[in-house]
């Protein structure tokens, strides 16, 4: 399913996207027309469509934050049918599509709310550090934009021919959403470690600590370019694994000795975040 249309109401645009549009290409039109709400997100691969299932989010921005409705179709009934966002049950990467109706729906189209000649939305701090720097704390959309392509680059998170290390399954594990509890746990786990570093962590909001998933990866014995038969993480960002033409038995055992590992020197337990068919 293909199109676009902005119909501005309210004060707000509504984007409405077809499921088959290329996500990157909308951020591409948001941002030429000046539209504020999803600049963060773009180089993502991927479907409109996905974007609901999986609540896509980076560098502080989610699109739950800017969702407005999402059309489905059901599998079984062939009706269609709307949700609100406060009916798709989002959370960190997570919505009612991805959980208790995983399977269920096909999306046909997703609303978004954006803002008319809005500011960036920046709310992750090595964005924030680079943009004060960079344009004094005052930058556009597009630089946002242009930023963000940046640092994902860097990473090799965006696809590039030429980089062996971008085509990778992305971010492989979620960052683990803590209690206080557990945070105050972990942080006793990793000062038994001779010349152990802080553990860095974010508010994950309702009391709630979210800790870098590359950061206990790395801190759990890991190296960038670590490889296991032709599996292997990233030479340039942690939670990417890449398969060397190998097979889905191969990434899978290398996510499993990095689980273990995890677990048995953190107590953590880390999740997947892509679906294993």
């Known amino acids: 399913l293909k199109g676009m249309s902005f119909d501005e109401k309210g004060g707000f645009v509504f984007a409405v996207?077809?499921?088959?549009?290329?996500?990157?290409?909308?951020?591409?039109?948001?941002?030429?027309?000046?539209?504020?709400?999803?600049?963060c997100l773009s180089g993502i691969p991927g479907s409109v469509g996905a974007t609901p299932?999986?609540?896509?989010?980076?560098?502080?921005?989610?699109?739950?934050?800017?969702?407005?409705?999402?059309?489905?179709?059901?599998?079984?009934?062939?009706?269609?049918?709307e949700f609100l966002?406060?009916?798709?049950?989002?959370?960190?990467?997570?919505?009612?599509?991805?959980?208790?109706?995983?399977?269920?729906?096909i999306v046909l189209e997703v609303v978004y709310r954006l803002i008319k000649n809005g500011a960036p939305q920046i709310g992750y701090p090595e964005l924030e550090k680079q943009i004060q720097e960079k344009f004094d704390g005052k930058p556009s959309l597009q630089n946002v934009r242009d930023l963000v392509l940046e640092l994902r680059k860097r990473k090799s998170m965006v696809l590039d021919k030429n980089d062996p290390n971008s085509v990778s399954s992305g971010s492989f594990f979620t960052n683990p959403i803590l209690t206080q509890k557990q945070f105050e746990?972990?942080?006793?786990?990793?000062?038994?470690?001779?010349?152990y570093d802080e553990v860095p962590f974010y508010d994950a909001g309702g009391n709630k600590i979210k800790?870098?998933?590359a950061w206990i990866i790395e801190h759990a014995g890991f190296t960038k370019g670590y490889q296991k038969g032709s599996a292997a993480i990233s030479e340039n960002h942690s939670l990417a694994l890449v398969n060397h033409g190998g097979t889905t038995y191969d990434m899978m055992r290398l996510a499993g000795e990095i689980q273990y590992k995890v677990k048995d020197k953190f107590g953590i337990k880390l999740e997947i975040e892509p679906?294993?068919?």
């Open 17 to 39: 996207v077809a499921s088959g549009e290329n996500w990157d290409d909308l951020v591409f039109e948001c941002v030429k027309r000046g539209l504020a709400g999803i600049e």
């Open 53 to 81: 299932i999986q609540n896509v989010g980076a560098y502080g921005q989610e699109v739950s934050d800017v969702i407005e409705k999402v059309r489905v179709l059901d599998r079984e009934t062939l009706e269609e049918k």
């Open 85 to 105: 966002a406060s009916e798709c049950g989002f959370g960190y990467r997570a919505s009612r599509f991805k959980g208790k109706d995983n399977g269920k729906y």
């Open 185 to 195: 746990a972990l942080q006793k786990r990793n000062s038994r470690h001779k010349g």
């Open 211 to 213: 800790v870098p998933a």
């Open 275 to 277: 679906n294993v068919v």
